[in-house]
């Protein structure tokens, strides 16, 4: 949740309808590459900018709309896009108890107050 906080393991969000993750998803394929250097880049799902997510080390999804989607335009961005649908958690190299029961800190973590 934070900087040099307890590793945590969190469930994503389904992705906000209007994103480049939900059209993906859509697709049906598990996984797929986009190679957005040649004619994919004139698809029409890709002549206007949409939502694209980024989660990195802090994912925070009670403001993940305002912390992790920006306006993005791909075929702008980048030449290739790898899409996997389903992924799993990388394993820390030191896990803590949040990580192990794999849910989300209470509000109140550390303290329990």
């Not at 004139?42 to 002549?47: K, S």
């Amino acid at each position: 949740s934070d900087w040099h906080a307890p590793v945590e393991r969190k469930r994503v969000r389904e992705a906000l309808p209007a994103s480049y993750e939900a059209l993906f998803h859509d697709v049906g394929l598990p996984r797929f590459m986009l190679d957005l250097r040649g004619a994919a880049a004139t698809l029409p799902n890709f002549d206007q900018a949409r939502l694209e997510r980024a989660i990195g080390v802090i994912y925070r999804p009670e403001s993940e709309r305002a912390s992790h989607y920006f306006r993005a335009q791909m075929d702008e961005q980048f030449d290739v896009v790898l899409h996997l649908d389903r992924t799993r958690a990388v394993e820390p190299l030191e896990t803590t108890e949040l990580w192990l029961r794999g849910e989300e800190a209470p509000e109140a973590y550390p303290t329990g107050i």
